[in-house]
């Protein structure tokens, strides 16, 4: 069985909805890029994901455990919510940052809230995975002094701080200028060459090529098309993936 299942997942705000069944499997170590228009669900998906939006229906299943059935969970409780949020990390397009914490209190915050582990052993982590994105010499500065592409590199530590099983990204690069945009993508390229399993969502077509094992084209609340990047980009079979990609510059 895949590391991670989606089955038939489902998500209306009132009278819209969003996600129409999606299903999509993903296997441990890979990278699924997700692509499409504003609008499509792409953002909602990973939002249901990482459960700060909760599916109106369809499961979610990771090793083997499914964490979600919509037909048993129709409210969850936030402590629930709280323990399922613990397999993934979601790294926000817009950073999110405490701006009254340096960096290294940033990406200690959440272990030492939720007690993780010792003091030390948080604080040792968080200098680790630091120096890993490249910000060890910034660990006492603070959001306000780093340009967005270092505070981007500080939310990936700070997501990775909780040992997530899956790491995913909602358009990452899309808040920096385009001088920033490449060191964010190296991060995640290496972070891939250690072997995580990523979700991204992205508008970075070359990336998206480059780096993923699998590629999801989203149009109105739906997976249009689905396959390797070669299949995806190379060889559309669908009218509205030749549509979107002919629109976009890569």
Request: proline share 4%; hydrophobic share 40%.
């Amino acid at each position: 069985m895949a590391f991670l299942e989606i089955s038939n997942l489902t998500k209306s705000f009132g009278k819209t909805e969003v996600l129409k069944g999606i299903n999509f499997s993903i296997e441990k170590g890979e990278v699924v890029s997700i692509i499409g228009s504003s609008g499509s669900g792409k953002t909602t998906l990973l939002r249901c994901l990482n459960f700060l939006e909760i599916a109106n229906g369809g499961t979610i299943t990771i090793d083997d455990n499914c964490i979600f059935d919509a037909s048993l969970h129709k409210k969850l409780s936030e402590a629930q919510k709280r323990i399922n949020r613990l397999h993934f990390g979601l790294v926000f397009q817009s950073f999110n940052l405490f701006p009254q914490y340096n960096v290294l209190k940033n990406v200690m915050l959440a272990p030492t809230l939720l007690k993780t582990g010792s003091k030390e052993d948080i604080r040792e982590t968080a200098e680790q995975l630091l120096e890993r994105v490249g910000l060890g010499d910034k660990m006492d500065a603070y959001p306000c002094e780093l340009s967005g592409g270092q505070q981007q590199r500080v939310a990936i530590a700070r997501a990775l701080a909780m040992h997530p099983e899956i790491l995913c990204f909602d358009e990452p690069t899309s808040a920096l200028d385009p001088s920033l945009t490449g060191e964010v993508l190296r991060v995640i390229r290496d972070l891939k060459d250690d072997g995580r399993t990523m979700i991204v969502v992205t508008h970075e077509m070359d990336f998206a090529k480059s780096v993923s094992d699998k590629v999801i084209f989203m149009a109105d609340g739906v997976i249009e098309e689905m396959g390797t990047p070669e299949d995806v980009f190379d060889n559309p079979q669908s009218p509205k993936t030749k549509a979107f990609l002919s629109n976009t510059k890569f």
